[in-house]
């Protein structure tokens, strides 16, 4: 399968972090991803206003991850490009290895989404799930059958996930350490399959 990087400007050669990071990574346009009728990993999108793009490629190639690049990340536009199907979002000048990481991250079913980011990315899911539910936003560990798989500290660190808060946050309202609330979190994954933050509020969600 091919990994393809579309960028606004069709004649601009490509990054060289891009390059380095993918060597055999192909240059494309929307209009021939359109029409390659092949089998695509990963795409790779620089795209100054990725609404109708990222929309574009997800009906063309439902099944294809897609990676949003962009020159200047902000939270709002975060949330948009995932509520659009995107299954990564980082700096367009991100370095080789954060690169890597962001596509290794996707290709294994996985979400990236940058850290500073990631609190308000959990918040809004959270919220328009609570909304399409309607119920409120607080899960209560015995409305979830799969808490019972975890500890009584273990579950108290998932509903604190849950609210979107960051691993800082949660250690303080736990008055934990980080470090502990990152060892609880690995446990929490692996008892319950959870791939990343945003799979854990969408299972618990979907589980009240």
Not at 20 to 48: G, H, R, T, V, Y
Not at 69 to 82: R, T
Request: with cysteine; hydrophobic share 45%; aromatic share 6%.
């Amino acid at each position: 399968m091919t990994m393809i990087f579309v960028q606004s400007d069709a004649d601009r050669a490509l990054p060289k972090n891009i390059t380095e990071a993918f060597p055999d990574i192909l240059p494309s346009s929307w209009e021939m991803i359109n029409s390659d009728k092949s089998e695509i990993a990963i795409i790779l999108l620089d795209a100054i206003e990725p609404r109708d793009l990222v929309n574009k490629i997800k009906i063309s190639k439902p099944l294809c991850p897609v990676i949003y690049l962009s020159m200047k990340p902000n939270a709002i536009e975060a949330f948009s490009v995932f509520r659009m199907g995107a299954r990564g979002y980082c700096h367009a000048f991100s370095s080789v290895a954060l690169l890597k990481q962001v596509v290794s991250v996707v290709e294994g079913g996985g979400i990236w989404v940058g850290p500073e980011f990631m609190p308000y990315l959990l918040q809004g899911v959270s919220k328009a799930l609570d909304k399409k539910m309607d119920h409120g936003a607080d899960i209560d560990a015995q409305e979830s059958p799969l808490l019972e798989k975890l500890s009584n500290r273990e579950q108290e660190v998932a509903l604190e996930v849950a609210k979107g808060v960051s691993n800082k946050e949660v250690a303080r309202n736990l008055n934990i350490t980080e470090r502990t609330v990152k060892a609880h979190l690995s446990a929490v994954f692996e008892k319950l399959g959870i791939r990343d933050r945003i799979h854990l509020v969408l299972v618990l969600k979907s589980n009240k």
